[in-house]
């Protein structure tokens, strides 16, 4: 066999083999995955579209605990370093103050109120008291300027916590962070169709890396969890390769169906997947 051939098998396992090595999750086994597969998650807990019950509030997680509600939610930095639970980089939708949540510190945030409610921004250690182990938490980590130090103190605050929880992020060097420092935690890639993260500042190109997670490779994650609606082909194919799969946000029964966990808003379904 001449030298050409042997290129072109070697070429051909190559292509054969680079989807895996792109996509491929990490699969994870059933006594990991037992606390979130089947369930639904309270998105940013059990708040209210009408705003009486104010998003990522404790009385959002106390209220989705009682219901036994899985609750998904969001961690970040103040300006002094507290690790905060609150969704957007800045507080102009939530709290009507145009400033970055990172550009605060905890004193001025935690006068702030949510909303039209009497709840303020809370310390992560603060939801974890008050969610006490009852319910299964998803922990979104957001991108910063300060992610190494984010992933190593929450997962410190985790580690000493009692009940069930995993963690997800869009970043997929987040995920990754996770990969090689906690491998025993259950870990997700948040991701949504490419055409949406140029809404939020992405290139056309960055967009399609992640809404097809191709950094996968690095990230290894357990879950994919994705944006209601039509998945691109590289996301299936993680899936059938044993990615479990997270479907955000139901707003009403029946969207995500077919996941292994749903993270809902705006509605009350069963606890438990049907």
């Not at 083999?17 to 086994?29: D, N, S, T």
Request: contains cysteine.
């Amino acid at each position: 066999m001449g030298g050409g051939w042997i290129a072109l098998i070697v070429l051909a396992a190559l292509c054969v083999l680079l989807p895996f090595f792109l996509f491929a999750p990490r699969r994870a086994g059933n006594k990991k995955k037992a606390p979130f597969a089947g369930r639904n998650f309270a998105h940013r807990g059990l708040y209210e579209k009408d705003g009486s019950i104010a998003e990522n509030s404790l009385t959002a997680f106390a209220r989705a605990a009682a219901a036994g509600y899985g609750i998904e939610l969001d961690v970040q930095f103040s300006r002094d370093g507290q690790i905060v639970v609150f969704h957007d980089d800045t507080l102009t939708r939530v709290c009507g103050k145009e400033a970055r949540v990172d550009e605060v510190d905890y004193a001025e945030l935690r006068g702030l109120c949510l909303g039209e409610t009497k709840d303020t921004v809370p310390l992560f250690a603060d939801v974890l008291e008050t969610v006490g182990g009852r319910v299964p938490i998803i922990v979104e980590l957001k991108n910063g300027r300060r992610n190494k130090e984010l992933c190593r103190r929450t997962l410190a605050m985790l580690r000493a916590y009692s009940g069930a929880y995993c963690v997800e992020s869009f970043n997929p060097f987040i995920v990754a962070w996770f990969r090689f420092h906690a491998p025993e935690v259950l870990r997700g890639q948040l991701a949504q169709p490419p055409s949406l993260y140029k809404k939020e500042g992405f290139s056309a190109a960055t967009g399609r890396l992640l809404g097809n997670v191709f950094f996968n490779f690095a990230a290894r994650p357990h879950f994919i969890a994705y944006r209601i609606g039509e998945k691109p082909r590289t996301v299936r194919f993680a899936e059938r390769l044993g990615a479990m799969r997270v479907a955000w946000t139901a707003r009403a029964p029946g969207a995500g169906a077919g996941a292994d966990a749903v993270i809902f808003e705006h509605y009350r379904p069963e606890t438990q997947l049907k």
